[in-house]
């Protein structure tokens, strides 16, 4: 079994860029797709990236990803930041008959 | 309109069970695999297992194994989540979300990502 490590929290002012990393143990952080999601407060979930690198249509090109095979981690890179991104980030991903999720990291938006 | 939709907040005290539903519509019940998901107040995502609508076979979380069961009703496209033996901890927003790889072929249109999700269920667990 794995888990995915997120920092709990990360902030930037408005039109900066942000990087939300997700670092994978035991295996490596490309074996399988990596989703991301996004969650405002009393909301489900919605996905921002999904198998590593696509962007479900109305979520803009500001959200991109990166890997880092040196540390085994992914990167949310949110860049010109607008206060409505300011919400919960999760990234997924699967294994043989399970899914797991980091744990969340709160983006504030200063 | 596809969607999931979930049944309402639940209160149950200590011990006892609970059965959440999720019913979809606008697309092919049987065509995707539903998950649940546990979001305790304050605390992050957890997966809890899936269902595969068509067979019934599911999979669950070793956390959870043995205190929670999955079901579904093809005549109504509903799933549902069955926890036992409540407690405190038990306290959270249950989602189910749909897995976007289809199950069966044609295979368009598929990817890989919980790419629906119910507007979730507060169960809330007190003595």
């Known amino acids: 079994n794995f888990i995915l490590t997120q920092p709990l929290s990360v902030s930037e002012s408005p039109g900066k860029t942000v990087n939300i990393s997700c670092t994978r143990t035991?295996?490596?952080?490309?074996?399988?797709?990596l989703q991301w999601y996004q969650q405002r407060p009393g909301n489900s979930p919605t996905t921002v990236i999904f198998?590593?690198?696509?962007?479900p249509s109305g979520v803009p090109d500001r959200f991109s990803v990166a890997f880092d095979g040196s540390s085994n981690s992914a990167f949310l890179i949110i860049s010109g930041l607008k206060a409505e991104d300011e919400a919960d980030y999760y990234c997924?991903?699967?294994?043989?008959?399970?899914?797991?999720f980091g744990g969340g990291t709160k983006l504030t938006v200063l | 309109q596809v969607e999931l939709v979930q049944s309402g907040t639940e209160v149950k005290r200590t011990g006892a069970s609970v059965k959440v539903s999720c019913r979809a519509s606008?697309?092919?019940?049987?065509?995707?695999?539903i998950h649940w998901v546990r979001q305790a107040p304050g605390q992050g995502l957890e997966w809890i297992g899936r269902?595969?609508?068509?067979?019934?076979?599911?999979q669950y979380s070793p956390r959870f194994r043995g205190r929670i069961t999955m079901s579904r009703d093809l005549s109504v496209n509903t799933s549902f989540l069955e926890m036992t033996s409540l407690t405190s901890d038990d306290t959270a927003v249950f989602y189910c979300?749909?897995?976007?790889?289809?199950?069966?072929?044609?295979?368009?249109?598929?990817?890989?990502?919980?790419?629906?999700w119910g507007q979730g269920t507060l169960v809330t667990v007190s003595s």
């Open positions: 606008g697309y092919d019940f049987i065509d995707y695999y």
């Open positions: 979300a749909r897995w976007g790889e289809r199950i069966l072929p044609p295979y368009g249109g598929s990817s890989s990502q919980f790419d629906l």
């Open positions: 198998e590593d690198y696509r962007r």
């Open positions: 035991n295996g490596s952080i490309e074996t399988k797709y």
């Open positions: 269902i595969h609508p068509d067979s019934g076979v599911t």
């Open positions: 997924q991903t699967f294994d043989t008959d399970t899914q797991v």
